[in-house]
């Protein structure tokens, strides 16, 4: 156990779960039982506050209200919204300084980012309040599924040992949360008997990934031959094919209980215990908006305070679904969120890099970037640039790409005029035309 790790999992979980976290909970538990209509009406609510606090405190917002002529007046309800512009990531980045609320922007605020499928990270403030609110609503999914604290692993995208490692342990034991945080990045044939071993000794009753690590993982189970079953197991951030639900569902004899979100948090779906797909009423304002490819998710912040994004545009859509849940919940149902889009870089040394928001980081003059894979062993990084990419830029995106993906790895940047959009509109980070994932 390393002193330095288990001191940080304890302020993370000190910070995260602070005083206010166990009264959203407690809230959060009611409001999950309010009627559509007492839903509404807290939703009513929370967007007057809201839109008071961005007419007299944000800058962006101050702006655009004296421009339409508006005052908050004029937004009293969740229909009143459709007054103002939708809000998307190239207005965030364009508007950064005049999105937040200087005064209440302190030490306990969190910058996050987007994830890798827009190419172009985008920066996100966020607030103490939110940060412990978003906790709440997690602990609220894990809750119903009847996770009340047990011991869990997660293995995601999260960095646990240097990539460089090619020896076990792979995984690093977070005491505060009675959690064994495995490397995603390291579970490959090669390591899966140490995987195996590590989590029939930690004798886990949560299973927190994304479709692909659990996907793996269920894989080297079962042709190990190795029985294990999970109470609950926790997916999220990558779309969830049925057949990959139904197999991972089998070979662990668990019920899965996916989750739908993203990094400006203006949108939260997740699965019931009847296994509708609800839309977090109390979490944010969701509007769907029709569109081509489905309805868009199209949110609105009631708590975040530092940054708030009014109508925020996800590129992300769901056809609903009108029939009630047996559950009786009263949050808005949906069949399937789309979008959701799932591919990953493989490394010569059979690894599968699914993240890749980290890479382009840093490297200046950079609008998008998307890898593309159809040789083994080689990665080709399109980059859309605006026009100043230098050889130093270049330089400096080879080696963070190197770093992220594998030393062996031949990287070649071509510098494109236009990266096509897929087929429902949306970016796509990775392309790989190499085998696909069977
Ligand atoms: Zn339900």
């Known amino acids: 156990m390393e002193p330095l790790f288990e001191f940080q999992g304890w302020i993370k979980k000190a910070y995260r779960q602070g005083p206010i976290f166990g009264r959203y909970l407690k809230r959060l538990e009611e409001s999950a039982q309010f009627s559509a209509e007492k839903l509404k009406r807290l939703q009513n609510r929370q967007l007057q506050k809201m839109v008071h606090h961005c007419y007299r405190n944000i800058p962006y917002y101050q702006d655009l209200f004296r421009q339409l002529k508006l005052t908050p007046a004029h937004i009293k309800t969740i229909d009143d919204l459709e007054k103002l512009p939708f809000m ?9 300084d005049k999105l937040i609320a200087r005064r209440r922007k302190n030490i306990l605020c969190r910058l996050g980012s987007t994830s890798g499928s827009t190419g172009t990270p985008a920066k996100f403030f966020r607030d103490y309040g939110s940060i412990n609110f978003e906790n709440a609503v997690v602990w ?30 792979f995984w690093k034991y977070n005491r505060a949360n009675q959690e064994l945080l495995m490397s995603g990045y390291h579970l490959s044939l090669a390591n899966s008997a140490s995987y195996i071993e590590e989590i029939l000794r930690f004798q886990p009753e ?34 969830l094919e049925p057949h990959v639900r139904a197999y991972i569902e089998d070979v662990f004899e668990s019920r899965i209980y996916d989750w739908y979100g993203q990094a400006e948090r203006v949108v939260a779906i997740c699965q019931c215990k009847a296994g509708g797909y609800h839309i977090q009423d109390d979490y944010s304002v969701v509007e769907l908006k029709d569109s081509a490819y489905g309805q868009e998710l199209v949110g609105t912040h009631l708590n975040n305070f530092v940054m708030p994004l009014l109508r925020y545009r996800t590129y992300d859509y769901v056809s609903p679904r009108t029939e009630a849940c047996p559950c009786g919940s009263a949050f808005r149902l949906v069949d399937r969120i789309l979008g959701r889009n799932y591919s990953y870089i493989l490394t010569p040394e059979g690894y599968r890099i699914s993240i890749t928001n980290h890479i382009p980081r840093g490297v200046e003059n950079l609008l998008e ?13 399109n980059v859309l640039t605006n026009g100043h990419f230098s050889e130093t830029d270049r330089a400096l995106l080879v080696r963070n790409t190197l770093e992220h993906t594998s030393p062996q790895m031949n990287v070649i940047v071509n510098e494109v005029q236009g990266i096509p959009r897929g087929p429902n509109g949306k970016f796509i980070s990775i392309i790989n035309k190499l085998e696909v994932m069977n």
């Open 206 to 239: 949560i299973l927190y990934c994304y479709p692909s690590t659990a996907y793996l993982l269920a894989k080297f189970f079962q042709q190990q031959k190795v029985p294990y079953r999970f109470d609950a197991i926790f997916t999220s951030s990558e779309s």
């Open 140 to 169: 609220r999914h894990w809750r119903n599924a009847g996770d009340f604290g047990k011991k869990r692993i997660t293995l995601r995208g999260d960095s646990i040992v240097p990539a460089s490692q090619n020896e076990p342990p």
């Open 88 to 96: 998307e990531k190239k207005i965030v980045n364009e508007n950064y």
């Open 369 to 381: 970037t998307q890898f593309y894979q159809e040789k083994p062993g080689e990665l080709i990084v």
